[in-house]
């Protein structure tokens, strides 16, 4: 028993010492910490194995770019239930299940309802779109050599700089012109977008204002709200981060986004409970937490159902734009993570900057109107930061010089999708360009000068 515990604490200090180092929380949060981990690994893990086909291997070094710690992870993969488990020295487990077609959600709670929803095959429907040009199918015969090569050499030069760059993919007139893929991913891989999500996610709020469901302006969104100042919060507070509410986006052991992401049933319950500490529309703060609230608002509009949820998104956004090697993963309660956990192809990805590009048209598809368009790349009315949109980021602000350009590189008319670990789909009206950037960089990836240069 004393052998025993002496092994526990010596493994306890070695976890802490790791994890202090790479996140810099103090030691009594290591339990937390160790909670945190195994709930991201089984995630992380489950989606990278089952969606984006990623090697046993390579899993473990895109969980060791969060922390070495995560090295410590043991992780196991149940083939025959399609389920990860993470543990870590038997402190602490988790578990993740992938359901085809939907994508893999932590086992928390009661999850009946996604182990009942169905949802199409998207190899299928992918399957019948082989014959039709892009962007309503998958022929691209429109590549330019010169632009290939360019976008070839910008490949090569991000990988051997150890960013990891895994798809590269240029747009210009409605066309791609140039694509180009790392070792081991192809115009078929469906790779993370992270917080590029979240322009998904207006999307479909956006498509939402089109059927009136849902109006720009609406406020007393929900119950949990009715009785103090949260109920003045509108649609378009939520949609340009200026809500208010006291959410924590940093991301350490204990903090409001990583319990969303990694150890909750409900990802938007913990954001819908966030106090107020703003006056709402007048403070820009950026919270995955408010995506996870709009993502709530289309699950309570579109039928309040797991299975009503899927079908909204397959048959208003993805089938009609021809998105067929997409994933947008939900919650264990069946609610769309929007904020972090869609899971799409370059050639996707490609699809929604063309949207914004097109008057929000695609395929002969009407997903947003006009206005909702304009509104989303122009600037917030904030006191602090106008270069946020509709969960777009802008290049630049209000026009009154409070703030420099984002990008000093690009047309001051840029705006993006953006997310972790330098995911970008970078729309550019002004040239009529979409670029659309996925990889795995634990540094800083820097869109300003590589986007110019390619331009």
């Known amino acids: 028993m004393k052998k025993a515990l002496i092994i526990t604490g010596l493994i306890v200090i070695t976890f802490s010492a790791v994890f202090t180092w790479a996140v810099k929380f103090p030691p009594w949060q290591i339990g937390a910490a160790i909670k945190i981990s195994t709930g991201l690994g ?3 893990a489950c989606s990278a194995k089952h969606i ?14 969060y922390s070495p710690a995560n090295r410590l992870l043991d992780i196991e993969y149940i083939h025959t239930e399609k389920r990860v488990k993470a543990s870590m020295f038997g ?88 694509e180009s893929y790392a070792e081991g991913f192809s115009a078929n891989s469906l790779l993370l977008g992270w917080s590029m999500g979240k322009s998904m996610t207006a999307m479909m709020i956006g498509h939402s204002i089109l059927q009136g469901q849902l109006a720009i302006n609406d406020t007393n969104l929900f119950p949990q709200w009715q009785n103090d100042e949260r109920k003045e919060i509108s649609l378009e507070d939520l949609l340009t981060m200026t809500s208010g509410l006291d959410f924590d986006e940093v991301y350490t052991p204990g903090s409001d986004s990583t319990h969303m992401l990694f150890s909750a049933y409900s990802a938007s319950d913990v954001a819908l409970a966030s106090p107020l500490k703003e006056i709402p529309g007048s403070h820009f703060s950026y919270s995955s937490g408010t995506t996870n609230i709009l993502s709530r608002l289309i699950y309570k509009r579109v ?71 304009a509104q989303a790349h122009s600037p917030n009315n904030s006191n602090n930061d106008g270069r946020y949109g509709y969960q777009f ?30 995911q970008v789909v970078m729309i550019i009206p002004s040239s009529k360009t979409v670029i659309v950037r996925l990889g795995w960089s634990a540094s800083h990836y820097n869109v300003n000068e590589r986007f110019a240069s390619l331009l």
Not at 52 to 65: G, T
Not at 354 to 365: D, E, T
Not at 412 to 421: F, I, L, V, W
Request: negative net charge.
């Open 91 to 178: 402190l602490s487990e988790a578990s993740a299940t992938f359901r085809e077609n939907i994508g893999c959600a932590l086992d928390f709670g009661d999850t009946s309802a996604l182990d009942a929803v169905t949802a199409p095959s998207y190899k299928s429907l992918a399957e019948a779109q082989q014959m039709k040009i892009w962007p309503e199918g998958e022929i691209v015969n429109t590549i330019l050599p010169t632009v290939q090569l360019s976008l070839n050499e910008q490949l090569m030069l991000d990988n051997q700089g150890g960013f990891d760059t895994r798809a590269l993919l240029i747009v210009k007139d409605g066309v791609v012109v140039a």
């Open 303 to 373: 039928g309040a159902s797991a299975q009503a949820n899927i079908d909204f998104l397959h048959t208003h956004v993805l089938s009609p734009l021809g998105m067929h090697h997409t994933l947008f993963e939900t919650d264990s309660s069946g609610v769309f993570v929007g904020s972090s956990y869609m899971y799409a192809s370059a050639r996707d990805w490609a699809r929604l900057g063309q949207v914004m590009l097109n008057n929000g048209k695609l395929n002969g598809h009407k997903l947003v109107n006009e206005s909702w368009l």
């Open 42 to 44: 089984a995630k992380l």
């Open 393 to 422: 980021w802008l290049n630049q602000g209000n026009g009154n010089n409070e703030q420099d350009l984002r990008w000093p590189n690009l047309p001051e008319d840029a705006y993006a999708m953006m997310g972790n670990r330098g």
């Open 52 to 65: 984006s086909k990623l090697s046993d291997a390579q899993i473990i070094e895109d969980l060791a770019s």
